[in-house]
């Protein structure tokens, strides 16, 4: 059904070109292109679906079923977290598919060819450089114009493209799938996405809870699924989303039976919202982006404003203030590292303290249970023992490494404030009577009452990422994958069970359960496999026999777990070594700036250019607010403005 685009709707474009070419004749031309971005998606109609969610949720067989697909060679599905690049499905009454690389270029490929362009175990780290993929065709269920986006997961520490290449997409999303599963809460950094979400204006969230078929197999109770969806519905009231509709759905079995309750509820509203409200939600996003685009710009330019009058007296005090602040930071760096070493160690020691106890207590607990079985069903015991024993240990672990993450968050947040109390000492003191705020905390950003909210910037921003980056680094290729010898096993030995990460991972501290858990599952099952493989195929094994065996087991896989460990924990000298070394460029780059501005005064040209780029940019605020149809057209007069400064500036 082809719907009329509202006098509103081409009224929000031609202001946003206006915004637009006004931003950029201020100097702003990065943010100019931001806005063009959303610009382009208006006119051409376009209408974004979002496929969203941390690793191994089911976004790609989502996606498979969604297209009414047969087979996962356009979303491919894998054991390891597959997605590591974007992909782009559009209706198209001819078949075509095109690697998008970073450069820009395209290279049309096959279908049979995109999993080896989109997946981590042909692409690993995205060392082939793809931006997207685009694939159009006749997928009967996407209506011209509305597009679906496959994403990487949130927190997939495989590459640290990852996290860049979901947050670009976000901003042209105009609604998102959120995907989770029944058996597993909420994460942090699924939370920090929803938050992202709905920071970048998405008007749309439809929150799918998947594998629900779990019921049916026994593995999931009912009343354990509901008390999840209540859980998850508090969390999204909470970051934003209070009216978002949540769908339980099996995505497995839309995909192969083609018939899931859940999963058609999903569809069908869908496919009412575009109906209904597609131009509506495209015209309010762009007028929220254009908005911010002139507020962002105004803020700079007043910025530099600031920067451009102040005086040298000034500059030479900022600068002052900048020189002592490095000198302090340097003077507590001793004790800033000593207490964050500390932190660090002991969140492992009590780690391993716990994990001490879970060896000790699954070693009695199944020397028990061996002692209760009746001799003629030792052998049925002896084969399923192993895959019992790596399900209890999971399940006992994971609630000790979350305590474990709340510590070194503890730590970073500790050295956060350590460093703000050192800015704050060095402060910028105004003049008597002064009405000139800081340079810095105003324009540089590295001053005064700023400054905490800075530095909690740059730690908050960074030192996650470092020590993500460090569990990674340890994290051989068996990351992620659900506990299956029959399966992992191949995958761990094909890459030598060597570290084949490298580089900063865009993940948070959480990175220990989203990274280290399933590793140390997987090390856990490695090592008590290779023990187990060695009797299994005994079928007549006395009770003691059995116990001595299960206990050795057990030994080695927390063995093994514990040197993991251990690597996870000698990781600190490089978050360390690389958040000092972030902190002294943000120093550095300041004392640049207050030089720069020292030695090269802007000329009285230049500040008006200013002045007017101001009055410019804050004519046109007030015009961005939506009006109805039936209201005259705004803005003659003001438009005029705009025209003839544009065109003084040209």
């Not at 208006?42 to 087979?71: D, H, P, Q, Y």
């Amino acid at each position: 059904m082809k719907i009329t685009k509202s006098q509103n709707f081409v009224r929000a474009v031609q202001m946003a070109r206006k915004v637009s070419l006004a931003v950029r004749n201020a100097g702003m031309a990065e943010l100019a292109c931001e806005l063009d971005a959303q610009i382009e998606v208006a006119e051409n109609e376009k209408f974004v679906i979002g496929v969203v969610g941390s690793t191994r949720r089911g976004k790609s067989t989502l996606v498979n079923g969604l297209l009414g697909r047969k087979n996962d060679d356009c979303a491919p599905i894998g054991k390891f977290p597959a997605t590591n690049v974007v992909s782009i499905f559009g209706h198209s009454e001819t078949s075509s598919v095109h690697a998008v690389l970073s450069d820009g270029s395209k290279r049309e490929i096959t279908e049979s060819e995109i999993r080896l362009y989109v997946t981590e175990d042909h692409n690993p780290n995205n060392f082939k450089n793809v931006r997207s993929v685009e694939v159009l065709g006749p997928f009967s269920r996407l209506e011209p114009g509305v597009y679906l986006v496959d994403t990487p997961g949130a927190n997939n520490a495989l590459s640290a493209m990852h996290g860049e290449l979901l947050l670009e997409f976000l901003p042209v999303a105009a609604a998102v799938i959120f995907m989770v599963t029944a058996d597993e809460p909420l994460t942090e950094p699924e939370k920090k996405l929803l938050r992202s979400i709905h920071g970048h204006d998405t008007k749309k969230l439809f929150f799918a809870v998947n594998k629900v078929d779990r019921i049916e197999s026994g593995d999931l109770e009912r009343e354990e699924l509901a008390e999840g969806i209540d859980h998850n519905r508090q969390i999204l009231a909470d970051v934003g989303f209070p009216d978002a509709r949540i769908y339980p759905i099996s995505a497995k079995c839309y995909f192969e039976k083609h018939s899931d309750a859940g999963t058609e509820r999903l569809l069908a509203d869908i496919q009412k919202m575009v109906a209904a409200e597609r131009f509506a939600i495209i015209e309010e996003r762009l007028r929220a982006r254009a908005q911010l685009v002139l507020d962002t710009c105004h803020t700079q330019l007043e910025v530099t404003l600031g920067e451009s009058r102040a005086t040298k007296e000034e500059l030479e005090t900022e600068h002052s203030m900048v020189l002592k602040t490095r000198d302090d930071l340097c003077k507590g760096r001793a004790q800033r590292e000593r207490q964050f070493a500390q932190e660090w160690d002991d969140a492992f020691d009590e780690l391993n303290g716990a994990l001490r106890v879970i060896r000790n207590q699954l070693g009695d607990e199944y020397s028990a249970l061996i002692e209760r079985t009746a001799d003629l069903n030792v052998p049925s015991l002896t084969q399923t023992i192993h895959s019992d024993v790596a399900i209890s240990f999971s399940e006992r672990l994971k609630p000790k490494m979350v305590v474990c993450e709340a510590r070194l968050t503890e730590a970073q947040r500790n050295m956060t404030m350590a460093v703000s109390l050192s800015f704050l000492k060095g402060g910028p003191t105004l003049r008597p009577g002064s009405t000139n705020v800081s340079i810095l905390q105003d324009g540089l950003k590295v001053g005064g009452a700023a400054l905490p909210a800075l530095i909690g910037g740059i730690v908050s921003a960074s030192l996650p990422g470092l020590v993500g980056s460090v569990m990674a680094a340890a994290t051989p290729a068996v990351v992620a994958a659900t506990w299956n010898p029959l399966t992992w096993l191949p995958a761990l030995f094909s890459a030598g069970g060597a570290t084949v990460l490298t580089g900063t991972s865009a993940v948070t501290v959480s990175a220990l359960s989203v990274i280290a858990l399933p590793l140390s599952v997987g090390i856990f099952g490695l090592a008590t496999w290779r023990a187990y493989s060695s009797w299994k195929g005994v079928r007549k094994m006395q009770k003691n026999e059995l116990q001595s065996k299960v206990i050795t087991m057990v030994d080695d896989g927390c063995d093994q777990v514990a040197s993991q460990f251990q690597n996870y924990r000698k990781g600190k000298d490089r978050v360390l070594r690389e958040f000092n070394e972030l902190l002294e460029q943000e120093i550095l780059r300041a004392d640049m700036r207050l030089v720069g501005l020292m030695e090269n005064r802007p000329s009285p040209e230049t500040i008006q250019r200013l002045e007017e780029s101001i009055a410019l940019i804050g004519n046109q605020e007030w015009r961005l607010q939506a009006s109805t149809d039936n209201e005259t057209p705004l803005g003659t007069a003001q438009m005029a403005l705009i025209d003839s400064v544009l065109s003084k500036d040209s």
